[in-house]
Nanobody
């Protein structure tokens, strides 16, 4: 069974920084794209940033220049560095990965349980 577990959320003041981590574990054969999404209260879940297995990245316009996504393929881990945080960045941040697992042919979409990021003074 494959699991994604996020960590690193918390309460931070405007202008502050956080680093989120997400580790994929289980009987993993390969991981294609990994990414971060977020959902604020009363809003739909939205893409924050994604990174493919070759290191190519894509960001939401609202976070460009402030957030940086990276991954460590050897550790099946994806990171999100959040800098210059704003109150509007407050949301639950979810990790996502496209994974092929042993014993389950095909690539499937997996989600973590989410980690809360709150930006407030």
């Amino acid at each position: 069974q494959v699991q994604l577990v996020e960590s690193g959320g918390g309460l931070v003041q405007p202008g502050g920084s956080l680093r989120l981590s997400c580790i994929a574990s289980g009987r993993i054969f390969s991981i294609n794209e990994m990414g971060w999404y977020r959902q604020a209260p009363g809003k739909q879940r939205e893409l924050v940033a994604v990174i493919n297995d070759g290191g190519g990245t894509k960001y939401a316009d609202s976070v460009k220049g402030r957030f940086t996504i990276s991954r460590d393929n050897a550790k099946n881990t994806v990171y999100l560095q959040l800098n210059s945080l704003k109150p509007e960045d407050t949301a639950v941040y979810y990790c996502n990965a496209d994974i092929t697992a042993y014993g389950r042919p095909g690539e499937y979409d997996y989600w973590g349980q989410g980690t809360q990021v709150t930006v407030s003074s």
